[in-house]
């Protein structure tokens, strides 16, 4: 069974700081990984996403993520900060149903310091 | 390009009264559609998906249900509501023709407060 663990329920970093959100996986098949971000009072939108290929990923807003599978983790990294980063971030991974069904995290909120 | 759409945005009911939400989806055909719950401070919960035309599954016990009348259309409904519906109530679809790598996409959403 798929399952995702999000450690840290609130990060706060300066602005311009490294930003690392932490993530890891538990699946019995190769995973398919995805990072939300949620702003108050919105839907998710999605920053990023694996499935094969290049282990590195990028997305919008500057952010990335590395899928390691020895270690299963997939963190969310931003090199530097910015204020308008303030928001709820979600992992998910996918349950490999054919109704595409993914589970999330219990999310990480993010808070940038001026 | 596919859009999802939500509403209303926000609603105030009492407890006892009836609920109803509603989703579309525009620019693409056969969508899955699911509903999801987000308490306050918590990570999302998901109540109901739907792969067709009056194809619900319902993914946990509660006090609400859903209907897909029209291929494009998602409704959320409840006869009466109880306190413990108060939420925050997201619509989401991925292509019904897609595979487990798709991204879901998500409506903005829908804040539930039960007087």
């Known amino acids: 069974a798929q399952s995702v663990t999000q450690l840290g329920s609130h990060v706060s970093v300066s602005e311009g700081a490294l930003v690392l959100l932490r993530c890891n996986y538990s699946?019995?098949?190769?995973?398919?990984l995805f990072w939300y971000v949620q702003y108050p009072n919105q839907g998710l939108q999605l920053l990023l996403k694996?499935?094969?290929?290049?282990?590195l990923v990028k997305g919008i807003n500057g952010f990335e993520a590395e899928f390691k599978k020895s270690e299963t983790s997939f963190h969310l990294t931003k090199p530097s900060a910015h204020m308008s980063d303030a928001a709820e971030y979600f992992c998910?991974?996918?349950?490999?149903?054919?109704?595409?069904?993914?589970?999330f995290g219990s999310g990480t909120r993010l808070s940038i310091r001026p | 390009s596919q859009t999802i759409h939500q509403w209303p945005a926000t609603l105030v009911q009492p407890v006892g009264s009836p609920l109803s939400l509603e989703c579309t989806v525009e620019?693409?055909?056969?969508?899955?559609l699911y509903w999801y719950r987000q308490a306050a401070g918590r990570g999302l919960q998901l109540l109901f998906y739907?792969?067709?035309?009056?194809?619900i599954s319902s993914e946990v016990p509660q006090n609400l249900s859903a209907s897909r009348p029209q291929d494009r259309q998602f409704i959320l409904s409840s006869k009466k509501l109880l306190l413990s519906d108060s939420g925050f109530y997201l619509c989401?679809?991925?292509?019904?023709?897609?595979?487990?790598?798709?991204?879901?996409?998500f409506g903005d959403g829908t804040r539930l407060s039960i007087l």
């Open positions: 989401a679809w991925t292509s019904g023709q897609s595979g487990s790598n798709q991204p879901q996409h």
């Open positions: 699946s019995s098949v190769p995973p398919y």
């Open positions: 694996y499935t094969t290929g290049a282990t």
């Open positions: 998910a991974v996918s349950l490999y149903s054919s109704a595409s069904k993914i589970i």
């Open positions: 620019g693409t055909s056969n969508p899955n």
């Open positions: 739907s792969v067709g035309i009056g194809q």
